[in-house]
């Protein structure tokens, strides 16, 4: 059952005296702010409607929203979240937490992350630039935009990398069917220590800098995918036995073996990509949608051209900011940030932040992108502007003055990249999936326009 309001006060906090129970300005501003119905409206839009008024009080929303926002703030994980949040005074009366109330459990912020998902915090998003806008003067007349990698948390891949996950997680996920199933009896063998030995020789092997250091790489590599290969054939073998079966092993429920034949046959869709690739790449194919890690399937590399990192992993986010005026300094909101996996180009990314500006009813004057946008695909996506400026065109139309004033207005968006990765923790995604992604990077521009409309 959804619950909007947060906790009444409880006696003991009616003890305190109010000096005590007054918030910091910047709490307060942002208390106010977030009182906004049209706020927590989004998230009652958004919950299923079975359980909108059935079932088990969820959370206040108030609280959540509130909680969310220190998480952003401070980088807390949840359990550090819920541990300072509980001991702070002043952060259970921001909250909306009582002193008789415990405190919600972390995993119950968490799983309600992932249930509310992306689409409720980028209407939320919304509500805050609609009340920028209608009571606190904000008049968006200028865009500007660009794209950036939101990396995904995991480690740099190589083939024999996902070839070691590969048959531990074979091995790990066919344990579980065995014990869920009991006429599933095919044992896969755990080729770890035998995938690890080659990961030490490939090191060895490069360390000598010879020629031959590439066949010995490429032997070893085919040898890896191989072992891949063995633990394939007696996990089919078992999921055929589990999905023939319809025993279940005692104190194990039906729900429990379904999710464990579902994983066991998730890893070895997973893994045959793993053995696929590796043949692909020493055969010279082209290999189309690369997969980069068993526990983030969604990621793909990304190709940047920064001499730092050439090649990310991840998705590309393209954050649009709208501003009141061009110069310095001036008040600015982030638009709900648009996610794609791999690399993905400016322009088809700027179709959907047009929407959000047909959404939110803004009619701009100017925009400004770097050469990363065509001219044509641009002036198409954003008809009947004064004037659109594209970094490096030969086409920009205006004054010598005005080319100078958009160029310095559009350098303006690579630092508020550099502020939210730096401030709010974008740009790395501890969330897994795509679908994670965009959250992680929706929670960013909800606090920066939080933030950014309670100081005007």
């Known amino acids: 059952m959804l619950r909007t309001e947060a906790f009444a006060d409880s006696l003991l906090d009616e003890l305190f005296p109010e000096e005590v129970k007054l918030l910091s300005d910047e709490l307060r501003a942002v208390d ?5 119905p049209a706020v927590l409206l989004a998230f009652r839009r958004h919950w299923e409607t079975t359980a909108l ?17 220190i998480k952003q703030k401070t980088g807390w994980g949840y359990e550090a979240l819920m541990a ?21 459990d972390e995993s119950t912020v968490r799983k309600l992350v992932r249930r509310l998902g992306s689409e409720v915090i980028d209407e939320a998003t919304r509500a805050v630039i609609s009340d920028a806008m209608g009571h606190r003067g904000f008049r968006p007349r200028a865009l500007r935009a660009d794209s950036t990698v939101a990396q995904s948390d995991i480690r740099y891949p190589t083939d024999v990398g996902l070839c070691a996950d590969a ?3 074979l091995a790990k996920a066919a344990r579980k069917v065995r014990g869920a199933v009991p006429d599933a009896t095919r044992h896969v063998v755990n080729r770890s220590r035998a995938v690890q030995k080659r990961v030490r020789a490939i090191g060895r092997s490069l360390r000598r800098r010879t020629g031959e250091a590439k066949q010995v790489v490429q032997a070893l590599t085919e040898e890896a995918a191989a072992q891949v290969s063995s633990s394939l054939r007696e996990s089919k073998k078992l999921l055929a036995e589990a999905t023939a079966s319809t025993a279940t092993a005692e104190g194990v429920s039906e729900k429990a073996r379904a999710r464990a034949i579902a994983t066991l046959e998730e890893w070895i869709g997973s893994s045959a990509r793993v053995v696929d690739q590796i043949r692909m790449r020493f055969a010279g194919e082209r290999i189309p949608d690369r997969l980069v890690s068993l526990f983030d399937t969604d990621a793909r590399p ?3 051209g ?9 998705y ?3 954050l649009a900011e709208v501003t009141s005026s061009t110069k310095p300094r001036t008040p600015s909101l982030l638009l709900p940030p648009k996610l794609q996996a791999g690399s993905t180009h400016e322009n088809a990314l700027l179709v959907d932040t047009v929407a959000e500006l047909d959404t939110l009813g803004i009619t701009l004057r100017e925009a400004s992108f770097d050469a990363g946008f065509t001219r044509i695909a641009t002036e198409k996506a954003l008809p009947g502007l004064d004037r659109i400026f594209i970094a490096g ?3 920009n139309t205006g004054s010598k003055r005005t080319r100078r004033r958009l160029a310095k207005y559009r350098v303006g968006c690579e630092g508020r990249i550099s502020h939210t990765k730096r401030e709010y923790h974008a740009g790395r995604s501890r969330l897994r999936g795509i679908a994670g992604a965009r959250i992680w990077e929706s929670w960013v521009a909800f606090r920066h326009d939080v933030d950014a409309v309670a100081r005007m």
Not at 306 to 314: D, R
């Open 84 to 104: 300072q949040v509980s001991d702070s005074f002043q952060l259970r009366r921001f909250c909306r937490i009582p002193l008789g109330e415990e405190a919600p």
């Open 32 to 36: 106010l702010l977030l009182d906004n």
């Open 167 to 169: 048959v531990r997680l």
């Open 306 to 314: 920064k001499l730092s990192a050439p090649t990310e992993f991840g």
């Open 393 to 395: 065109s030969a086409t």
């Open 302 to 304: 990304v190709r940047r």
């Open 53 to 69: 008024h059935h079932g088990r009080p969820s959370l206040p929303m108030a609280t959540f929203v509130r909680l969310m926002w």
């Open 316 to 318: 590309v986010v393209q």
